[in-house]
């Protein structure tokens, strides 16, 4: 497909689409053309590119790191979020995420005390190799489908789009930066240098020649971290953000200080059969300052005519657990 002369075509015509369209088209041709060089787009990733529920996909994957720590250790399983994943119960880790979007850390603490041990002394490379494989093989949790086909069809094809118009395109998350990487360029068409992410601290092993990670967060790429991380990163201000939670929202408002700025809001209100849990939990405040703060909101339900690229024909015959193995 020709992302230039057919652009944007699993989104319905109508008022976001042709903003979407113009804004993108006036900054990049005729006489005002924005340089190249400040062209910069930036994109959240979980409910923003793919499918973030019923959990993140980075927590799938960890709870099956718990769950085998917990059969290594018998006495992991007595306490959380151990329990959570022996038991299949994951209500405790929802609550933790709802909690910390409602401004609680008491229980996001001990969920991220558990996250850094299952990284602790292990090297960059060999959890890229384990992340990897899980993204081979593991399937999202309740459609069946693959990893890579629980992308979102309509913001693959904003990604080329601005790629067509010679914008370069970042993903700034509050994810860990080294569990997107492996998949980032496969997926998105995005490089593993253009991710920014939370990241765990990290240090340099002379005895093996590897870079290794501590026991220690390095930053948690959210809310107002997320514009600080991006000017530490890329050095500009961006013209275009997209994101769909209340973590977005600085980031969202940080790209609007350009004279020339859109701020996209993704909006999961698809209560239909096409596969997207529709959900307001996390953005209920960036969806009620959207219209004053001149976001554009998305609506799954109203703007997309398809949510997820066509699954691959032999999909169906590839399987796994709930831990990726």
Known sequence: MDSTSNPLTSWRDGATRQAIVDFIDALATGPDAMPVAERI???????????????PVELHYVVGKWAAAARADPTLADQQPYMSAVTGDLS??????????????????ILLAALLSTTLDE??????????????????????RAYSSTVYQPMIELLRYLEAHDFTCYI????????MRPMTLDYYGISPERV????????????????????DFG??????????????????RPVLAAGN????????????????????????????????????????EALRIAEASHFTVISVMNDWTSVFPAAPS????RGTSQDGT
């Open 41 to 55: 787009a930036v994109f959240d990733n979980d409910g923003t590119l793919w499918a973030e529920k019923p959990m």
């Open 92 to 109: 405790w880790l929802g609550n933790a995420l709802d909690q910390q979007y409602a401004g609680d850390d008491s229980d996001l603490k």
């Open 123 to 144: 090297s960059v490379d060999d959890y890229q190799s384990a992340v990897a494989a899980f993204y081979r093989e593991a399937k999202h949790l309740t459609l069946g």
């Open 172 to 179: 700034v998350s509050g994810g860990d930066r080294d569990f």
């Open 196 to 215: 920014i992410g939370s990241a765990v601290g990290l240090r340099y092993d002379a005895g093996s020649n590897d870079i290794r990670y501590g026991a």
């Open 219 to 236: 930053f948690l790429d959210d809310g107002p971290e997320k514009p600080a991380r991006i000017w530490s990163r890329i050095g500009r």
């Open 245 to 284: 939670s209340n973590g977005d929202i600085p980031m969202l408002r940080y790209v609007q200080k350009h004279p020339r700025s859109l701020s996209l809001l993704v909006h999961h209100d698809d209560d239909t059969d096409r596969g997207d849990q529709p959900y307001d939990k996390g953005a209920e």
């Open 314 to 317: 032999d999909e169906s015959r």
